[in-house]
């Protein structure tokens, strides 16, 4: 398990990108509850923490792609034609998480 930060630094409804490893993850606080699963979207590499969190969906910045934060799912896929061009997205890179003395730990 590696420490990615302190649960103060997610707050409820939001989400926080961080670097483990040197991979990019991103983790949701969803009604008290943490998620992870990989930041780069799996379309055309979009940053997803600088997208947007509504309730359990991270929406990407570039395309718009929703993915479902606690299962890591393609919600809504990106448009017919750019999925035409290079393809739709992909469901994401989930990763176990776990909260202990107010700090978050994921599994990569």
Known sequence: MEKVCE???????????????D?????????????AMD???????????????????VICPVHHAHFDVTS???SKDVSSAKRLIVGGAK???MYKISVKDNQIYIDL
Do not use: R, W
């Not at 649960?7 to 490893?21: C, E, H, N, Q, R």
């Not at 991979?23 to 998620?35: E, H, M, P, S, T």
């Not at 930041?39 to 969906?57: D, Q, R």
């Open 72 to 74: 890591g799912k393609v």
């Open 23 to 35: 991979k990019q993850i991103l983790v949701a606080n969803v009604d008290g509850n943490f998620y």
């Open 91 to 93: 469901d994401m890179q």
């Open 7 to 21: 649960i103060s630094d997610v707050a409820k409804g939001t989400m926080k990108g961080f670097t483990v490893k």
């Open 39 to 57: 930041a780069i979207c799996s379309h055309m590499h979009g940053y997803l923490p600088s997208g947007t969190l509504e309730k359990n969906v």
